[in-house]
């Protein structure tokens, strides 16, 4: 019997190695669906669902794009900012190795980075946006936003193979860029342009900050995330070998550091334990960790941690400023304060504490970081990539959610009911009537999302 070119290329992919990938997968996908039960977490609980929804409609819509366009268009070859459309449809994508591994398993695995990305990216809309908005915006931001950085990074385009930036998990593909387009959706809601801005009933006053609306979801959230991000990391060597076990080690460290260093500082200044500031301190490490999973050691891994919850926590406090309020800055999921200014640190400081030694444990050779090895121009390299990734998320992003907008019945702005349906509105405005903000107050972030009012 004739065999087919398909399983003749199976046979030569390492089932090992395929096995443990194919593990990694299942175990990521989790993490899609959780940031949104995360997003609903910080809510109202009567938002609770509104605010998972777009991480559902996430996994459905990155899953369609990227079989169609979003693959080829990230790893197929090509340009410095696009890749080919070979793929096109996922056209030849089946069992030739990638590595060691078959494509079609690589490309699964490299959707749930996509999808990733954009659930924590949509929390933008957290509270503020509608739905039906999000459905073009996802297809648009993948096609448009994640799959050139993508390219770029890792894809052989112009940062990774032209410069050699060291992004072992998404520095600047993950968090960079999902805490830039998060920014630019919520400054968009905050001064919509177009149809939502001359809609009587869109205006954009709704911008409370309160207390999380189910702390058992932040809980939830941080058992899963954490547990799914050592298999992210871990599996971003796509081989079973002594660089991912490596890598999930320090993931778990540093996230262990940074959730105790945020928890600590808490008690400090309050004197109770707060579930949030684990869950952010555990982000902030995760964070952290990721462009750099393959290329530290656990030592610098805990030193990493510490740093981001110290920074990342401190970020946090803008949005409970008057500045803040005055330009009508919403921040309702952190994921400027956690994933933006988080990834562009943890971008640059890879450039300074990367090893060659630590790298060689996967057969990869690079020229390390400036602290360890003396490379000096790694760090320029790693701030240009941050700069880039920033500039081209927050940009592309602001100008797609325009141009939803711009459609009749796709206005991206909510309708400004607050938690009003199914209560008399004198009942809603004497219930939020202390959670305005006053005119003479102090704001003293005490956790992840609350605010002593003093």
């Not at 030193?303 to 401190?314: D, E, H, N, P, T």
């Not at 562009?344 to 602290?371: R, S």
């Amino acid at each position: 019997m004739t065999v087919s070119p398909v399983l003749a290329a199976w046979e030569a992919c390492d089932k090992t190695d395929t096995l443990f990938v194919l593990i990694c997968t299942v175990i990521c996908w989790t993490i899609v669906p959780t940031v949104g039960i995360a997003y609903s977490g910080y809510t109202w609980k009567r938002n609770a669902l509104h605010a998972a929804m777009p991480a559902i409609l996430t996994i459905a819509t990155c899953s369609i794009q990227w079989f169609i366009v979003g693959y080829t268009l990230a790893y197929g070859e090509g340009g410095w900012f696009f890749g080919s459309l070979k793929h096109f449809f996922h056209k030849g994508v089946l069992a030739e190795p990638v590595g060691s591994i078959p494509e079609i398993l690589f490309s699964e695995f490299q959707l749930v980075f996509e999808a990733t990305v954009c659930a924590i990216a949509v929390g933008g809309f957290c509270e503020r946006g509608r739905l039906l908005p999000v459905i073009p915006f996802i297809f648009l931001w993948a096609t448009f936003i994640y799959c050139p950085l993508a390219h770029m990074v890792w894809g052989g385009g112009l940062l990774g193979e032209t410069l050699g930036v060291l992004d072992f998990a998404g520095g600047t593909p993950v968090h960079v860029c999902s805490g830039a387009t998060a920014t630019a959706i919520s400054i968009y809601l905050s001064y919509p342009l177009f149809r939502s801005r001359k809609s009587d009933v869109r205006t954009p006053t709704h911008i409370r900050i309160h207390r999380p609306g189910n702390s058992f979801f932040q809980l939830l959230s941080l058992i899963i995330i954490w547990g799914s991000w050592l298999a992210f990391d871990a599996g971003t060597t796509l081989a079973l070998n002594f660089q991912s076990v490596m890598a999930l080690c320090v993931t778990n460290l540093c996230a262990a550091s940074g959730a105790l260093t945020w928890n600590l500082i808490t008690f400090y200044e309050t004197g109770k334990w707060s579930v949030d500031s684990t869950f952010m301190g555990a982000i902030s490490g995760l964070v952290m960790i990721t462009p750099s999973a393959g290329f530290i050691d656990m030592p610098t891994a805990c030193f990493f941690g510490i740093f981001g919850a110290v920074l990342c926590r401190q970020a946090l406090r803008i949005k409970f400023t008057k500045f803040a309020h005055y330009w009508r800055w919403v921040d309702n999921g952190d994921t400027f304060a956690t994933h933006c200014i988080g990834g562009v640190a943890a971008t640059i400081m890879t450039g300074l504490f990367a090893q060659k030694e630590v790298a060689a444990y996967g057969g990869v050779e690079v020229a390390g970081g400036i602290i360890f090895d003396g490379n000096i121009r790694q760090l320029w390299v790693q701030m240009v990539e941050a700069v880039v990734g920033f500039t081209w998320a927050f940009c592309g992003s602001y100008i797609i959610i325009a141009l939803i907008d711009c459609v009749p019945g796709l206005e991206v702005l909510a309708v400004d009911k607050h938690i009003s349906q199914g209560l008399d509105m004198n009942e809603v405005e004497e219930f939020l009537g202390n959670l305005e903000y006053p005119d003479e107050i102090d704001y003293e972030p005490t956790a992840r999302g609350t605010i002593s009012l003093e």
